[in-house]
C-alpha cells in the first residue's frame, strides 16, 4: 500500500484515538494514556510496516474491548477493522486481538456483527499468523454465535462467516511464506505434523494443511475432541451439511490433491452423509435436501477416482430410493430424480467406465439406474399420465408439461423448507422425461468429440449398446403418450434424433435399424378422423416448387393435349383399367404437427448421417418419404386421373411456416448428397431404383394399400411402398442425379452412371400392361432432364464438352433405339396409350438434342451422325404408320387422327434442330447443296401440320439468300449471254440451267438465286395467311439483299415483278397489302426513280398508284387501307425530300392528290372491334399532308380553293367522335388531333393572308370543340354506346389549348381584314365562348396559364391589333363594330360573372384581364353605344357587392322596376320599425376582384362620359352600404364591426366626397338623395374610427351643394 493511503489509515486512526481518549477521561484512564502513547507512536509511523514494529500500538483498542463501554468498543471495531486491510498488527498481538473479538461477542447484536463483518478480512490478511490456537479462537468467534438465544441475523451472519473462513481454510497451501516476525516464537514456518492417509499409514503435513485435516475432523465427527480447532456444539446439522457442500463444491482440487482429505471423506464424511440420508427416522426435509446437495457435489468425474466404493454404495442407495420396494416418501423420490437429471452425459459415461465396465467387482450402476428408472416409468401410476396410443397424439390440453409439470423452484433449491412441499405427481414424469431426453441428446455430442479427438470408441459404443434397450424403450413410451405439450415432444424428437445419429456414427446397424423403423411406425401410422371421402381442398396447392415435384410428381410434362379425338376404343380401355383398380377409397391423410417434426428431425438424420446409411436403411427412409409426401401433397395428379370417380381425402391442415421448413430441409438433404462418396451414393442411388422398379409395377388396388399391410391385407412389420405417388422415387432419383451431375462428370466410367442409364432404358422400353403410360413418359422427363443436368455440369466445372458429349448422346441415342425397335403392328398399342407416349418420349429426346446443340453445338466433333440419326427419327416413325392397314373406316380415322397429332410435334421438333443446325453450319456447305436446301424448305413450308414450322421455313430462306450473296464476292465474273434468262420463265427452266453441267459459276449463281426467288413466291399459293405474308416479307428481303448480284433488271422485272402486278388476288389480306407495297416502294424508288425522257416511267408509275387507288377503293378491310396509306405517306415523304428521286411530273401529283382528297372520311361501327379503324386510317392520311402538301406549292397546285378543301377534311377529321382505345385527350391532343395541328402548321410558309385567315378560324374553331361538338356527341353517341366505350368520348380539352396556344402565337397584322371580317367576328366568337366557359384546362409548361385565360389574352391582343392598324376602316364598318362590341362586352362580362366563384385561384388572372379589357374598352369607348356599356355597368355593380344580399335588400330590389326607385326605398327605409341584424352577412368569394370592381364602379362614376349612366349604380351601392350598417349597428350596440365592413363604408363615403366633386350645378342636385341616410349615420358613427372625419366633409358638400 503506498504512503497516501499510509497517510488516509493514519489520519482515521488518530480520530478513533482521539475519540478514545476523550470518551475514557473520568472512567478509564489507562485507556486515555494509553490512547495518548499510541497516538505518539502513531506520529512516527510513516508505513504499515513501521506501525508493525510498535506492540503497544493497538493496547488501547485491546483495552477498550474489555471495558464494557459500547461506544469505546464500536470506535475499538473500527479500528481493528481498518487495521484489518493491511497487516499492522504484530504477530505476538494476534492472540489478544482474537480474545478481544472473542469477549465482543457477547456483546450487544450490533457489536457481533461488526465482528462477524471483521473477521474475513482479518482472517485473509494476518492468515499466515491465524494457525493452531488462533484458528479456534476465529472458528470460536463464529460458533459462540451460533447459540440459540442470539438473533436469526446474528446466527444467519454467523453460520455464512464461519463457511467463508473454513473455505479459506482449505485454499491455505502449505507453501505460502509465513510473514511472522523473526521475534516470534510461536510459529514455525518449517513446521511439520503427520495426518493419516489410510487407517495405517500416515504422510507428513504443513501447518496449513494440519489445520485443514483437524477442522474437516471436526466437521465430520459427532462430537467436540480433544485436539478439536472447532466446536460443533453449537452448529447445528443443517448449518454443518452447508458447510460441507460448500466445501465439496468450491475445494474440489484440494480434495484431489491430499490424500489425508479423501481417507477423512472415505471414513467420516461419506457415512455422516449416509447417515443422514438413510436414516428413517429423520423427517427434517431441510436436513435431507442439505444431504442431498453435499452428495450432489460428491458424485463427480474427479471424485469417483478415489471415492469408487463409497459413491457405489451412495448411488446405489439413491437408485434404491426409487424402486417400489423402497416405500420412499415421494419427495425423496423426486430429490433423487431431480440429483439424476443434473448429471451431465460425461458423469454417466464415467460411472459406467468405473462401475458397469469393470465387472464382477463393481455393481453395474449404470444400466441398474436406467432400469429402475424405466421401471418407474412404466408402472401404472406414471401411465395414466401418461395416456398411451397407438399413433402419435395430443390432447387438446396436455398433462405434462414444460410449464405446468415443473415446479416453480426444485425440491433440491428448497434450502429453507421444513417439510417437503406437495408436487404434482407429473413433475415425476417431467424427471423421467428429462433424464432420458438428455442422456440421448448429450450423446451425440460427446461421439462427435470423441471422432474430433480421434480417441477410442470402443468403451463409448458398450455403453451406447448396453443403454439403448432402456433409452430406446423410454422415449418410445413418451413418443406414444398423448399427454405431452408441443415443447416437450420437440426436445423428445431432439433427444430421439441425437441417439440415432449416434448410432449411425458408431456404426451400430441394429440399433439404426430400430430406430429407423419406430421413424416409421410413428410418421406413418396415424389415427383415422372423419369421412376419408371428402373432397380435397389443397390448401397448400401453392407450396408446390422442386420439392412437392419430387414428393407427387408433375403433371405438367404429362402428355400433350393431342388425345383429346381419341376414338370410343380408347376410352373404354382407359374404363377397364380403371375398373380393375377401383375398390374402396383412398387411405386418410391424417399428419399433423408431430408428424412433422419427427419426418423433419428424420430428415435432418439422414442429412447428418445420410453417407453411412445402408442400403435398407435408405430403402426405409425413402418409403416413409413417400407417404408423408402423400399425407402433404396428396396423389400424384397421375393417379388422380386415373380415379377421377373416386373422392380425394381431405388435405391435413398444416401451416405454411412447417411446410416451408420441410423443403428447407429437402433442399439441405440435397447439397449433402454432393459430398457422398462413391459407395454411399451407390447405396443410396440403388435403394431408389430398387424400390422405384417395385412402385411402378405395384399391383395394389386403390383402398387396399395401407402402410403396414402387405399385397394380401396381411399386417406386416416392414413398411409398403405408397401405391398413389408411385412415381415419387423416379423423380427422387432425378432430383439426386441432377444434383449429383458434377460427380458423374468426373466418374463417368464407372458403374454408377451406367446403373441409373440401364434403369431408364429398361423402364422406357418395356410396354407393361400394369404401368400407367404417363409414368413412362414421367420416366422420360427425368431421364432428359439428368441429360441435360450431366451437360450443364460440363459448363460449370469449365471443362471442354468434348469430354462428355459422346456418353450424353449415346445416351439419348440408346433411349430413341430402344423406343423405334418397339414398332408398330396393330392398333393396340394406339388404344392403350403406348404410341402416344412413345411419340412423347421420342419428343422430349429431340428437344433435348436441340439443347445440347443450342449450348455445345461449338464443341461438338464425334457425335454427328448420332445427331442426324435423332433428327431423322420422326420421318421414319410417319413411314412406319403409313404401313398401318385398318379395315374399320371410322378406326382407321381415329387412329390417323391420334397419329396426325403426334407427327405434327414431331415435325416441329425435327424441323427447330434443324433450323438449329441450319443457323450454326450452313457457311460450311457447297453451293450445288444450296438447290437440295431450297426444296427442302419449300416442303417444310407446304406441310400442312404446322403452320408455325411454314413460317418458319420461309424465313430460312433468307438465311439462304445471304449465304449465297456471301459467296458472290469470290465469283469469277465471266460474262455469258442473258437469253437463257429471258426464255426461263418456270423454275424448271432454271433447275436446267442449274444442273447443267455447262453452266459457269456464275451463271449458277444466278440460276440459284432466281430459282430461290421463284421457288419463294410459289409459297404465296396458300391459303394460310400467315404464310402468305411471310413468302412476300422474306420474298422482298431476299430481293433488296441480293440488288447487286442479281442479272439485269429487266429480266427481273419480267420474270418476277410483272407477274405479281398483274395478280389481285389477296387485296383484302392487310398483311399481303402493306408487305407488297412497301416492298414495291423501295423497288420502284431504287430502281425506277428517274423520269427523264419522253415518258420516262411515268407509265410504271401511273400503274402502280393505280395500284393504290383500287385496293384504297375496293377494300372494306379497314386494316389494309391503313396499310395503303402508310405506304403512301412513305412514298410522298420520298418525293418531297427528293432525295432518291427525281420530282414527279405534274400528272402524277394530281394523281395523288385526288387519291389523297376522295377518300371517305366516315365514322364507323365503334361496337366492331377490329385491329384498325377509320380513326388509324384517318390520322395515317392526314400525316400524309405536310409531304403531298411540299408537292402542291412546288407544282403551283395549292391556291385558296384547294386550301378549303383541305381544311374541310381536317374539321371532318378532328371531330371523330370516339378516342382510340386505351387513349384519352385530357392531358394532351390525341394522336388524330395533334396529326391535324401539326398539318395545319404546314400553311405557315403560304403568305397568301385569306389563307391564314381561313387557318386562324379553323384553329379557334377546334379551340371550340370541348363546349360544342362534345356536348353533341355525348347527346346522340353515349346512349347508344356501351359503358366500356364511353370513357373513349373525346373531351377536346388538349387539342382545344394547343389549338388556342396555336392561334395566340399565329397570329399577326393580316391585310385585307375587311375582306375576312366575317371570319374574324367568328374567331373573337369562338374565343368569347371560350372565356364565358371559364375553362380551368391548363397545359403549359409553367401550369399558370389556363384555357380560358389564354383564348382572353388572345381576343385582348386580336383586338388591339386589329383597331390599331385599321385606319378607320373598320370602325366606319357598323356592322362589324356592332357584332364585335357585343361580343367583346360578353368577354367581360363573363370574366366578371360570379358563376366561377368556387375557383378561388382565377381571381388574378380575373383582375388581371379585366384590367386589359376595362383599357380598351377607355380608349376605344366610342364604338362602345349606350345599351353595351349600360349592360358592363351592370355587371360591374354586380360584381362590386362584398356581402350577399339579405331578406330585406332582397324585397327591396324585386319591389323596385328601376335603381333609382332602390335609391329612394333605401334612403326612405323605417330604421325604428325595422331592425337589422347582429349576425355577419355570408362574405362573397373574390374579395380582390370585388374590391377592383367597386373601385372602377366609383371610377366610372367620375368619368364625364360615363357617370350619367353610372349614376344610378353608384347611388344604389352608397345607400346599400349606408342603410345596411345604420340598421345592423342600432341593434349590435358595441359588438365589434367586421373590418371588411368598415373599409366598405369608407371606400364609398370617400367615393361619395371624390364623385360629388366632379357635379356642378343641377347634376349635383341628385346626390342630395342620399342626404337622409348621411343624417342617420351620425349619431352611430364613433362606431368607425374614420367616420367622423369623412361627415363633416360629406355635411359640408351638402350644406354648399
Known amino acids: 500500500m503506498n504512503n497516501d493511503t499510509f497517510y488516509d489509515l493514519a489520519k482515521k486512526l488518530a480520530n478513533d484515538l482521539q475519540l478514545l481518549a476523550n470518551d475514557s477521561k473520568r472512567r478509564n484512564p489507562e485507556i486515555r494514556r494509553t490512547s495518548e502513547k499510541s497516538f505518539e507512536i502513531l506520529k512516527t509511523c510513516k508505513s504499515h510496516q513501521d506501525l508493525q514494529r510498535h506492540p503497544d500500538f493497538i493496547v488501547p483498542f485491546l483495552l477498550s474491548c474489555s471495558s464494557k463501554n459500547v461506544k469505546l468498543i464500536f470506535t475499538s471495531m473500527q479500528s481493528f477493522q481498518r487495521l484489518a486491510v493491511e497487516t499492522s498488527i504484530p504477530n505476538s498481538r494476534i492472540p489478544q486481538v482474537l480474545d478481544a473479538f472473542i469477549e465482543c461477542t457477547n456483546l450487544s447484536s450490533e457489536i457481533q456483527l461488526k465482528v462477524l463483518q471483521i473477521l474475513p478480512v482479518f482472517f485473509k490478511t494476518y492468515s499466515s499468523f491465524i494457525v493452531g490456537e488462533n484458528v479456534k479462537k476465529v472458528l470460536a468467534c463464529c460458533t459462540n454465535l451460533l447459540q440459540h438465544n442470539n438473533s436469526s441475523i446474528v446466527i444467519s451472519s454467523a453460520s455464512a462467516t464461519l463457511q467463508q473462513l473454513i473455505n479459506s481454510i482449505f485454499e491455505r497451501k502449505d507453501c505460502s511464506t509465513n510473514h511472522a516476525s523473526s521475534n516470534d516464537g510461536n510459529t514455525d514456518e518449517n513446521e511439520k505434523f503427520n495426518v493419516l492417509k489410510d487407517n495405517v499409514t500416515t504422510i507428513t503435513v504443513g501447518r496449513y494443511g494440519y489445520d485443514t485435516n483437524i477442522v474437516f475432523t471436526d466437521l465430520c465427527s459427532a462430537e467436540t475432541r480433544p485436539n478439536s480447532l472447532l466446536n460443533i456444539k453449537f452448529i447445528s446439522a443443517e448449518s454443518l451439511l452447508e458447510i460441507l457442500e460448500s466445501i465439496f463444491l468450491n475445494q474440489r482440487s484440494c480434495f484431489c490433491e491430499r490424500e489425508d482429505l479423501q481417507f477423512i471423506l472415505r471414513t467420516k464424511a461419506v457415512p455422516l452423509l449416509l447417515r443422514q440420508i438413510s436414516a428413517q427416522q429423520n423427517k427434517n426435509f431441510m436436513i435431507t435436501v442439505r444431504s442431498y446437495r453435499a452428495a450432489k457435489y460428491l458424485i463427480n468425474v474427479d471424485f469417483i477416482q478415489f471415492l469408487a466404493v463409497e459413491l457405489e454404495v451412495i448411488i446405489s442407495f439413491f437408485n434404491h430410493i426409487l424402486e417400489k420396494e423402497s416405500g420412499s416418501p415421494t419427495w425423496k423420490k423426486i430429490l433423487t430424480l431431480e440429483l439424476f437429471s443434473g448429471f451431465s452425459f460425461v458423469l454417466w459415461n464415467t460411472i459406467y467406465e468405473n462401475f458397469d465396465l469393470v465387472g464382477k ?183 408446390l416448387s422442386t420439392i412437392s415435384e419430387t414428393l407427387i410428381g408433375s403433371s405438367n410434362d404429362i402428355s400433350s393435349n393431342d388425345n383429346e379425338n381419341t376414338s370410343e376404343k380408347l376410352s373404354n380401355n382407359n374404363n377397364n383399367i380403371e375398373a380393375s383398380y377401383t375398390r374402396v377409397s383412398y387411405y386418410p391423410r391424417v399428419f399433423n404437427s408431430r408428424n412433422i417434426d419427427l419426418f423433419k428431425a428424420l430428415i435432418s438424420l439422414c442429412v447428418s448421417s445420410g453417407a453411412n446409411f445402408s442400403s435398407s436403411n435408405w430403402k426405409l427412409f425413402f418409403k416413409i418419404y413417400q407417404w408423408c409426401a402423400y399425407y402433404i401433397y396428396g396423389p400424384s395428379p397421375m393417379f388422380q386421373e386415373l380415379y377421377v370417380s373416386i373422392p380425394l381425402p381431405p388435405s391435413p391442415d398444416l401451416p405454411k411456416p412447417s411446410l416451408n421448413s420441410i423443403e428447407n430441409n429437402f433442399s439441405k438433404f440435397l447439397e449433402s448428397t454432393t459430398k457422398y462418396a462413391e459407395i454411399s451414393f451407390k447405396n443410396m442411388v440403388g435403394a431408389l431404383i430398387s424400390e422405384s422398379s417395385q412402385a411402378l409395377v405395384d399391383d395394389r388396388k386403390i383402398g387396399g394399400c395401407k402402410p403396414f399391410e402387405d399385397e394380401e391385407g396381411l399386417e406386416t412389420t416392414e413398411l409398403q411402398i405408397c401405391t398413389y405417388n408411385r412415381d415419387f422415387y423416379l423423380n427422387f432419383l432425378g432430383n439426386v442425379s441432377e444434383v449429383f451431375a458434377t460427380r458423374f462428370f468426373r466418374i463417368f466410367e464407372t458403374n454408377t452412371w451406367n446403373i441409373i442409364l440401364d434403369y431408364f432404358i429398361t423402364e422406357l422400353s418395356k410396354r407393361r400392361s400394369n404401368t400407367l403410360p404417363e409414368e413412362r413418359l414421367a420416366v422420360a422427363n427425368v431421364f432428359t432432364e439428368i441429360i441435360k443436368a450431366i451437360a450443364n455440369s460440363a459448363d460449370e466445372n469449365n471443362n471442354n464438352f468434348d469430354g462428355i458429349e459422346e456418353h450424353v448422346m449415346k445416351a439419348l441415342m440408346k433411349l430413341i433405339d430402344s423406343i423405334m425397335s418397339l414398332g408398330l403392328t396393330n392398333s393396340v398399342d394406339v388404344y392403350n396409350g403406348n404410341i402416344n407416349v412413345e411419340s412423347d418420349v421420342l419428343l422430349q429426346a429431340l428437344r433435348t438434342v436441340k439443347d445440347l446443340l443450342d449450348n455445345y453445338g461449338d464443341y461438338l466433333n464425334h457425335s454427328w451422325s448420332s445427331v442426324f440419326k435423332i433428327i431423322d427419327c420422326p420421318f421414319s416413325v410417319i413411314n412406319d404408320t403409313k404401313s398401318l392397314e385398318i379395315q374399320d373406316k371410322e378406326e382407321q380415322n381415329a387412329i390417323t387422327d391420334i397419329l396426325k397429332s403426334k407427327h405434327k410435334s414431331m415435325i416441329s421438333v425435327s424441323f427447330s434442330v434443324f433450323k438449329l443446325i441450319s443457323d450454326d453450319f450452313l457457311q460450311t456447305l457447297h453451293l450445288k447443296h444450296i438447290k437440295s436446301i431450297i426444296d427442302i424448305l419449300v416442303h417444310f413450308a407446304k406441310q400442312t401440320l404446322e403452320l408455325n414450322i411454314s413460317f418458319t421455313a420461309i424465313s430460312e430462306f433468307w438465311i439462304i439468300g445471304d449465304y449465297l450473296r456471301s459467296l458472290y464476292e469470290a465469283l469469277p465474273k465471266t460474262k455469258y449471254s442473258l437469253e437463257k434468262f429471258s426464255s426461263s420463265k418456270n423454275v424448271e427452266d432454271l433447275a436446267t440451267i442449274i444442273i447443267s453441267p455447262e453452266s459457269s459459276d456464275l451463271e449458277l449463281y444466278h440460276a440459284t438465286l432466281l430459282y430461290l426467288l421463284k421457288r ?103 386494316d389494309s387501307k391503313f396499310n395503303v396509306l402508310i405506304n403512301l405517306k412513305t412514298l410522298l415523304k420520298k418525293f418531297s ?113 385569306n ?18 361538338v362534345k356536348d353533341t356527341i355525348v347527346k346522340k353517341l353515349a346512349p347508344k354506346l356501351p359503358n366500356n366505350l364511353k370513357s373513349r368520348i373525346p373531351t377536346f380539352s388538349a387539342v382545344s389549348y394547343k389549338a388556342c396556344a396555336l392561334l395566340n402565337a399565329k397570329f399577326h397584322a393580316v391585310a385585307n381584314v375587311k375582306d375576312q371580317d366575317a371570319k374574324f367576328l367568328q374567331i373573337f366568337k369562338n374565343l368569347s365562348d371560350i372565356i364565358l366557359s371559364k375553362s380551368q384546362s391548363d397545359l403549359s409548361e409553367e401550369k399558370n396559364c389556363k384555357l380560358w385565360v389564354l383564348a382572353s389574352k388572345t381576343f385582348h391582343s386580336i383586338s388591339v391589333e386589329i383597331f390599331n392598324m385599321d385606319n378607320g376602316a373598320l370602325r366606319t364598318d357598323s356592322s362589324f363594330i356592332t357584332n364585335f362590341t357585343d361580343i367583346f362586352i360578353k368577354a367581360v362580362i363573363g370574366i366578371l360573372e360570379r358563376n366561377n366563384d368556387s375557383v378561388q385561384e382565377d381571381e388574378a388572372e380575373e383582375i388581371e384581364q379585366y384590367a386589359l379589357y376595362r383599357n380598351f374598352l377607355v380608349e376605344n369607348i366610342d364604338i362602345f353605344s349606350k345599351e353595351t356599356l349600360e349592360l358592363f355597368i351592370s355587371r360591374l355593380w354586380t360584381r362590386s357587392f362584398f356581402y350577399e344580399v339579405n331578406e330585406i335588400e332582397d324585397q327591396i330590389i324585386n319591389g323596385c322596376k328601376s335603381l333609382n326607385d332602390v335609391v329612394i326605398k333605401l334612403t326612405s327605409f323605417d330604421f325604428d320599425n325595422l331592425l337589422g341584424s347582429c349576425d355577419e352577412p355570408h362574405l362573397l368569394p373574390k374579395f380582390n376582384l370585388t374590391l377592383y370592381s367597386l373601385k372602377d364602379l366609383l371610377k366610372f362614376s367620375e368619368n364625364e362620359h360615363m357617370r350619367n349612366l353610372c349614376l344610378p349604380f353608384f347611388l344604389s351601392r352608397v345607400a346599400f352600404v349606408l342603410r345596411r350598417f345604420i340598421s345592423d349597428e342600432r341593434l349590435r350596440i358595441r359588438k365589434p364591426i367586421a373590418s371588411i365592413r368598415k373599409n366598405e363604408l369608407l371606400w364609398v363615403l370617400q367615393g361619395l366626397i371624390e364623385v360629388s366633386s366632379s357635379f356642378h350645378g343641377n347634376d349635383a342636385d341628385k346626390l342630395k338623395v342620399l342626404y337622409p341616410l348621411l343624417l342617420e349615420i351620425i349619431p352611430v358613427s364613433e362606431r368607425v374610427k374614420d367616420l367622423q372625419r369623412l361627415l363633416p366633409q360629406l355635411s359640408l358638400i351638402y350644406y354648399v351643394k
Not at 442422456?439 to 470402443?458: F, P, R, T
Not at 389563307?1251 to 360544342?1268: H, R
Request: overall charge negative; aromatic content about 12%; charged content about 20%.
Open 1137 to 1249: 425530300s427528293h432525295e432518291e428521286i427525281s420530282f414527279p411530273p405534274k400528272e402524277v401529283v394530281m394523281k395523288i392528290f385526288s387519291l389523297w382528297i376522295d377518300y371517305d372520311i366516315i365514322y364507323t361501327d365503334f361496337n366492331k372491334s377490329v385491329d384498325k379503324s377509320n380513326y388509324d386510317c384517318i390520322q395515317e392520311l392526314i400525316s400524309c399532308y405536310p409531304s403531298l402538301c411540299k408537292l402542291l406549292e412546288e407544282t403551283k397546285l395549292l391556291d385558296f380553293e384547294v386550301s378549303e378543301k383541305i381544311v374541310r377534311v381536317f374539321t371532318q377529321a378532328i371531330k371523330y367522335p370516339l378516342l382510340p382505345q386505351f387513349s384519352l385527350d385530357k392531358a394532351k391532343p390525341s394522336s388524330l388531333q395533334s396529326t391535324i395541328l401539326s398539318a395545319l402548321e404546314c400553311f405557315d410558309t403560304i403568305e397568301d393572308s
Open 361 to 543: 467387482n463393481r455393481k453395474p450402476l449404470f444400466i441398474t439406474i436406467l432400469t429402475t428408472l424405466q421401471k418407474n416409468l412404466h408402472s401404472k401410476q406414471y401411465t395414466n399420465y401418461l395416456m398411451p396410443s397407438s399413433v402419435l397424439a395430443s390432447k387438446e390440453t396436455p398433462i405434462i408439461s414444460a410449464e405446468a409439470s415443473q415446479v416453480k423452484v426444485p425440491f433440491l433449491e428448497l434450502v429453507d423448507k421444513q417439510t417437503a412441499p406437495v408436487a404434482d405427481q407429473t413433475y415425476e414424469v417431467f424427471l423421467l422425461f428429462k433424464i432420458f431426453t438428455s442422456i440421448s441428446s448429450d450423446s451425440e455430442v460427446v461421439v462427435l468429440k470423441l471422432l474430433q479427438n480421434k480417441a477410442s470408441l470402443q468403451d463409448f459404443t458398450k455403453m451406447i449398446i448396453a443403454s439403448f434397450p432402456y433409452l430406446f424403450g423410454s422415449l418410445r413410451t413418451f413418443f406414444h403418450s398423448s399427454t405431452l405439450d408441443v415443447v416437450l415432444f420437440r426436445s423428445l424428437v431432439r433427444g430421439f434424433q441425437k441417439l440415432t445419429h449416434t448410432c449411425v456414427l458408431l456404426k451400430i446397424q441394429s440399433e439404426v435399424d430400430k430406430s429407423l423403423d419406430l421413424f416409421s411406425r410413428l410418421i406413418v401410422l396415424n389415427e383415422f378422423t372423419g369421412n376419408s371421402g371428402a373432397t380435397d381442398v389443397h390448401n397448400n396447392s401453392t407450396m
Open 1251 to 1268: 389563307i391564314k385567315i381561313l387557318v386562324l378560324w379553323e384553329l379557334s374553331s377546334i379551340s371550340t370543340l370541348p363546349f360544342n
Open 1016 to 1118: 419463294l413466291l410459289s409459297c404465296a399459293n396458300d391459303t394460310r395467311l400467315e404464310v402468305i405474308d411471310g413468302t412476300m416479307v422474306t420474298f422482298f428481303r431476299v430481293l433488296a439483299a441480293q440488288d447487286s448480284c442479281l442479272p439485269s433488271w429487266d429480266i427481273v422485272y419480267e420474270i418476277i415483278l410483272f407477274p405479281l402486278l398483274d395478280s389481285s388476288e389477296n387485296s383484302e389480306v392487310p398483311k399481303f397489302v402493306n408487305t407488297t407495297l412497301n416492298g414495291l416502294n423501295l423497288v420502284y424508288l431504287s430502281h425506277f426513280a428517274e423520269f427523264s425522257g419522253e415518258r420516262g416511267n411515268t407509265d410504271k408509275w401511273l400503274k402502280f398508284i393505280s395500284y393504290y387507288e383500287i385496293i384504297l377503293k375496293n377494300s372494306k378491310n379497314y
